[in-house]
C-alpha cells in the first residue's frame, strides 16, 4: 500500500477552474507531507497557475486532458465521447488504482454516471449515494443521500444507512451513530409511501442504531448522526441549509452595521461570532464522497472555492487509512 493518500484533481472542473482549483491543491499539498496529487486538465493553464506558487514539486503530477465536461452536457454522451477529458481520465485513474481518489467540481451528471460505469460499484451496493457533512450545534451529521438517487427504493435506503454509519464511525468518530429517516413527524405511522416502507425495514436491522424518524428542523439540532433520505428531499435539505446560511450571515451584518452602539458592539463580539459562524460553513467539511464505488469520488460544489478543493483532497486521508471502502464491502457481503 502506498504510503501517501493519492489524490487525482480535476484542474478544469468548476466555476473557479483552473485557479481555485490549483490553488487549493498547493494548498493541501503544502498542509499535508500524506498526500500526493494528480491534477488533470489542459497541462498550459495548470502550468501557467502552479507557477505562482512553492510547494513539494515532487509529490504533484500533471495529467493532460485537453477535453472539458460542460456541466449542460448529457451525461451519459459527455462520458462517451469525452475520453480524453479531465474527468473521464481523472476516473480512469481511480479505476486501475494509479489513485485512491478523484476529487471533482465539474459536471455533477457526468462525475455520477462515470463513477458507476468506469470505477465501478463494490459487490453488493445497490446505488452508490452522495454523502455530505452538514453543520450541527454539536458538530456535524452525514446527509445520505443528497443527490445521486432521486428515484431510490427502500432497499436502497437500508444500504445507505449502513454506508453511513461506517463512515461516520470510522471517519468522524462518532461511535455506534444514531441513523434517523427524514420524515414529515415523528410518528411511525407518517411520511409517503417511501418512507413508510422503509421505516421497518430500518427498526429492524442489526448493523445500524436506528432511532426513528427525524423533521427538518431538528437536523440542525444535532439529534441524529446519520440522516438518511432519497436524493430528492436530501438535496433540497442541503440546499436550504447553504441558503439560510447565506442569509443570516446577510441579516447578522446588515443588523450589527445598523447603529453606533451596534457597531461598536461588533468590534467586540467580532472574534467570537466569526469563529462561531465558520463552524456552520460547508466548504470546511471538504466535498460530498460517492460512498459505494470501488475507488473514493468526491464531487465538489460547482462554485468551490481553494478552500473546498484543500478541504476535499484531505478528507482522502482517514478515507484511506480506515480502508471505507473495504469496510462497506465487508459490512454488504455479510448481508447480501
Known amino acids: 500500500m502506498s504510503e501517501f493518500a493519492r489524490v487525482c484533481v480535476d484542474a478544469m472542473g468548476g466555476d473557479n477552474a483552473p485557479a481555485e482549483i490549483v490553488k487549493g491543491t498547493v494548498d493541501a499539498l503544502n498542509e499535508s507531507d500524506k498526500i500526493k496529487v494528480w491534477l488533470v486538465g489542459q497541462q498550459a493553464a495548470i502550468k ?21 465536461i460542460d456541466p449542460n452536457e448529457p451525461p451519459v454522451m459527455a462520458i462517451r465521447k ?23 467540481a465539474g459536471s455533477s451528471g457526468a462525475i455520477l454516471v462515470g463513477g458507476q460505469v468506469i470505477v465501478g460499484r463494490i459487490k453488493g451496493v445497490e446505488r452508490p449515494p452522495l454523502a455530505p457533512l452538514i453543520p450541527n450545534v454539536n458538530g456535524v451529521s452525514l446527509l445520505i443521500d443528497c443527490g445521486a438517487n432521486v428515484d431510490a427504493r427502500a432497499t436502497h435506503l437500508v444500504q445507505f444507512a449502513k454506508m453511513g454509519s461506517i463512515y461516520m464511525e470510522h471517519i468522524v468518530g462518532v461511535k455506534n451513530p ?3 429517516i427524514v420524515n414529515i413527524g415523528a410518528e411511525e405511522e407518517k411520511g409517503n409511501a417511501l418512507v413508510k416502507e422503509t421505516y421497518p425495514l430500518l427498526k429492524n436491522c442489526p448493523d445500524i442504531n436506528f432511532i426513528g424518524s427525524i423533521e427538518a428542523r431538528d437536523i440542525p439540532k444535532g439529534d441524529a448522526d446519520v440522516i438518511v433520505c432519497e436524493a430528492f428531499v ?9 441558503g439560510v446560511a447565506d442569509a443570516l450571515v446577510t441579516v447578522i451584518k ?9 457597531k461598536i458592539g461588533a468590534l467586540l463580539v467580532k472574534p467570537t461570532l466569526k469563529k462561531t459562524l465558520k463552524g456552520f460553513s460547508l466548504e470546511d467539511y471538504g466535498g460530498a464522497p460517492l460512498l459505494g464505488l470501488n475507488g473514493l469520488v468526491i464531487k465538489t460544489h460547482g462554485s468551490s472555492k481553494s478552500v473546498e478543493i484543500k478541504n476535499s483532497i484531505l478528507q482522502v486521508i482517514p478515507f484511506k487509512e480506515q480502508d471505507i ?8 457481503s455479510q448481508t447480501d
Do not use: W
Open 178 to 180: 444514531r441513523v434517523a
Open 48 to 68: 501557467n497557475e502552479l507557477s505562482k506558487y512553492t510547494y513539494p514539486e515532487d509529490r504533484l503530477v500533471i495529467v493532460n486532458a485537453e477535453e472539458v
Open 234 to 242: 436530501g438535496n433540497v435539505i442541503l440546499k436550504m441549509y447553504e
Open 325 to 332: 471502502s473495504g469496510k462497506i464491502s465487508s459490512n454488504l
Open 82 to 104: 469525452k475520453k480524453d477529458s479531465s474527468i473521464v481520465k481523472g476516473l480512469e485513474l481511480t479505476k486501475d488504482g494509479t489513485v485512491d481518489a478523484f476529487v471533482s
Open 254 to 262: 446588515k443588523g450589527l452595521m445598523s447603529t453606533l452602539k451596534s
